[in-house]
C-alpha cells in the first residue's frame, strides 16, 4: 500500500473524502496537545497518523471547544472526536463508538504540601474542573462528594486548572489520570494525584451514527495496528509502557 503524505492544518470544514478530520483539545497531553513548535502531538495523534496511512487518508487535527465537541461532530465540521472521550451510556447513544482503547480514572490533584490525603479531606475546598469534560461528569455524578464542597470552578482547560492550583487559588483538580500523571511527570511540579478516584472509564472514538462504516474501518486498523506491535511501539513512546486495551 503506498504510503500517503501526512499533515496538521487547520480544518477548513470542507467536506473532503480524502481527509479525515480528528477533533481535540489540543492541550491534553499525552493524548493530543501542542509541542514547543507549536504542531499537535500526542498519543492519540500517533494512533490517528498511522490509520490514516493505512486507509489513504490525510488527517487534519481541528482544535475544537471541548464544552461543544458533539455540535462540532453532528454539524460536520470534524469526523470523529478521538482525545481522551470518555465513554458514557448517555454519550453511546448518541454517537457511534470504537470499542475502548484505553482505561482511565478521573482522579484528584492536589499540592504535595496541601495536607489532603482523602477526599474526606476536600470538605469545604475549591475544586477546579474543565468545563464539559468526564471529570465534571464525574463529580456531578457523586452528590455525596459534590456536597461537601465549598465551590467547584469550571477551567477552559486542564492545564489553566492547574496553573491555578499551584498558584493557591484553588485547592484541587478532579481531571484524567493519564493526563495526571503525564503532566506531574514532565513538568515536575509539586502535586500529587490521591489514591482514591471518583469514577472508573474507558476512552473511545466517537463517530457520527450515520458514520459505522468509517468506525468500522478504524477500529479493525487499530486492531492490526495491535496485532503488529504498532501501537505497543508509540505507548511506550507516550507512556513508557503498553497501556492499550484494543483487542482485549
Not at 486548572?161 to 513538568?187: P, R
Request: with cysteine.
Amino acid at each position: 500500500m503506498a504510503v500517503l503524505s501526512f499533515s496538521i492544518l487547520s480544518c477548513s470544514g470542507k467536506k473532503d473524502s480524502k481527509k479525515f478530520i480528528l477533533g481535540l483539545d489540543d492541550s491534553f497531553p499525552p493524548l493530543g496537545f501542542r509541542d514547543e513548535n507549536n504542531e499537535v502531538v500526542g498519543y492519540d495523534i500517533d494512533l490517528a497518523r498511522e490509520v490514516c496511512k493505512r486507509i489513504g487518508k490525510t488527517l487534519e487535527c481541528q482544535p475544537i471547544d471541548w464544552s461543544a465537541k458533539e455540535q462540532e461532530l453532528n454539524t460536520g465540521k470534524i469526523d470523529c472526536i478521538w482525545n481522551g472521550f470518555t465513554m458514557t451510556e448517555e454519550r453511546k447513544a448518541a454517537m457511534a463508538f470504537t470499542k475502548p482503547y484505553l482505561n482511565n480514572a478521573q482522579v484528584v490533584v492536589v499540592r504535595a504540601d496541601s495536607g489532603i490525603k482523602s477526599l474526606s479531606d476536600l470538605w469545604d475546598k475549591v475544586v477546579g474542573v474543565q468545563a464539559g469534560s468526564s471529570a465534571q461528569d464525574a463529580i456531578e455524578g457523586r452528590p455525596d462528594f459534590k456536597s461537601t464542597l465549598k465551590n467547584m470552578v469550571e477551567f477552559k482547560e486542564n492545564i489553566t486548572a492547574l496553573n491555578d492550583l499551584e498558584l493557591g487559588n484553588i485547592d484541587a483538580v478532579v481531571m484524567d489520570q493519564v493526563v495526571a500523571n503525564y503532566s506531574i511527570k514532565q513538568t515536575g511540579k509539586p502535586f500529587a494525584v490521591l489514591d482514591e478516584g471518583l469514577a472508573y472509564e474507558e476512552y473511545g472514538i466517537a463517530f457520527r451514527k450515520s458514520d459505522t462504516a468509517l468506525r468500522d474501518l478504524v477500529q479493525s486498523t487499530l486492531e492490526a495496528m495491535e496485532k503488529d506491535g504498532t501501537v505497543g511501539r508509540i505507548s511506550e513512546k507516550w507512556f513508557g509502557t503498553n497501556l492499550s486495551v484494543i483487542g482485549n
